[in-house]
C-alpha cells in the first residue's frame, strides 16, 4: 500500500513529467496578442519548458518571436489550422497551414473534417491530411486532431485515425477542447491501438478539458501499459490543455 507521503511523492515525479509533455493552448476567438505573449512567458514555467504551445495561425509568428526573445527555442510553436469545425476545404486548410509556417510555426496541428466523415466523405479528410503533410515537409511535424467525441463510434475513429497516419500525420490528436465531450479512456485506447497496429512513428496527443493530473494520469497510464516508459516524452506523447498546468504547478507547489 502507498503511503499518503509516497503518493504525493509520486504525484510531484508525475507532475513534473507531465511539464515537459504538455502543450500549452490559447484557442480563442477572441484571443489578443497579450494573451498569446502571457501564454509565452507561462511555458518558461519555475521548475522547466513545456513542450509546445498552441495557438490560432495568426499568432504563431508572434508566439515564435516571443519564445527567442525569452531563449527558448525548444519550446514549439503548434499552428492550430481548420479549428476547430473542421471543415471539408482542402485549400484552405492547407492555406492556413502555409501562412502558419511562413509567419514560423514549427509545427501544424489540423482539424480532421469529422462532419464530412460522419456524412459519408471519406476522401477530403485523406486529402486534407496529405495537403498539410505536403505543406509541413519531410521533417516538419503535422498532428491531426479528431474529434473523438464528435465522431463517437469506434470503428469511425478506427478508420480516420488510420487514415490520418496513412497520409502521413506524426501525432493522432483527440479532441479540439470545443466540444461537448472530453477525451475518454475509450477513445485514447483506439487511438493507441491504430498506432500500434500502424508500426509507424506516430505520437498520441490527448486534448481538451484534460484540467487535471488525476485525469492526465488516466491517459499516461494506457499509453505506458501499451509502449513502455519510453513513450512518456514529448516525442511521442503530448497532453494539449489549456488549464492542465494550474494544477500540475499545485501539485509541484508553485503558485500558479
Ligand atoms: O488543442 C486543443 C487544446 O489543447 C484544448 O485545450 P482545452 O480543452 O484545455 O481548452
Not at 498552441?54 to 525569452?70: E, H, I, K, N, Q
Request: charged share 20%; hydrophobic share 45%.
Amino acid at each position: 500500500m502507498i503511503e499518503a507521503s509516497d503518493a504525493g511523492e509520486v504525484d510531484e515525479a508525475l507532475a513534473q513529467q507531465v511539464i515537459g509533455i504538455l502543450e500549452l493552448a490559447s484557442l480563442n476567438a477572441d484571443d489578443t496578442p497579450q494573451r498569446i505573449i502571457a501564454l509565452c512567458q507561462r511555458a518558461l514555467t519555475p521548475v522547466g519548458h513545456v513542450a509546445a504551445i498552441c495557438v490560432l495561425p495568426r499568432f504563431a509568428g508572434l508566439a515564435r518571436r516571443t519564445l527567442d526573445s525569452l531563449c527558448a527555442r525548444d519550446i514549439k510553436v503548434v499552428a492550430a489550422v481548420n479549428f476547430p469545425g473542421g471543415l471539408p476545404s482542402v485549400s484552405s486548410a492547407d492555406m492556413e497551414a502555409h501562412a502558419a509556417i511562413v509567419a514560423g510555426a514549427d509545427e501544424i496541428d489540423v482539424v480532421y473534417p469529422f462532419h464530412a466523415l460522419l456524412g459519408g466523405d471519406k476522401q477530403v479528410g485523406a486529402d486534407i491530411v496529405n495537403a498539410c503533410r505536403v505543406r509541413c515537409g519531410n521533417n516538419g511535424v503535422l498532428t491531426v486532431t479528431l474529434e473523438t467525441g464528435v465522431l463517437r463510434d469506434p470503428q469511425v475513429i478506427h478508420g480516420a485515425s488510420c487514415v490520418a497516419i496513412q497520409e502521413g500525420a506524426n501525432f493522432l490528436k483527440t479532441s479540439t477542447g470545443k466540444q461537448a465531450v472530453n477525451p475518454t479512456a475509450q477513445a485514447s485506447r483506439i487511438l493507441i491501438a491504430a498506432i500500434a497496429e500502424s508500426g509507424a512513428h506516430v505520437g498520441l496527443n490527448v486534448s481538451g478539458n484534460v484540467r487535471t493530473l488525476n485525469e492526465a494520469r488516466v491517459h499516461m497510464d494506457l499509453v505506458r501499459a501499451r509502449f513502455g516508459l519510453r513513450w512518456l516524452e514529448q516525442g511521442r506523447l503530448r497532453l494539449g490543455s489549456t488549464s492542465l498546468l494550474d494544477d500540475l504547478l499545485v501539485h509541484l507547489g508553485v503558485s500558479a
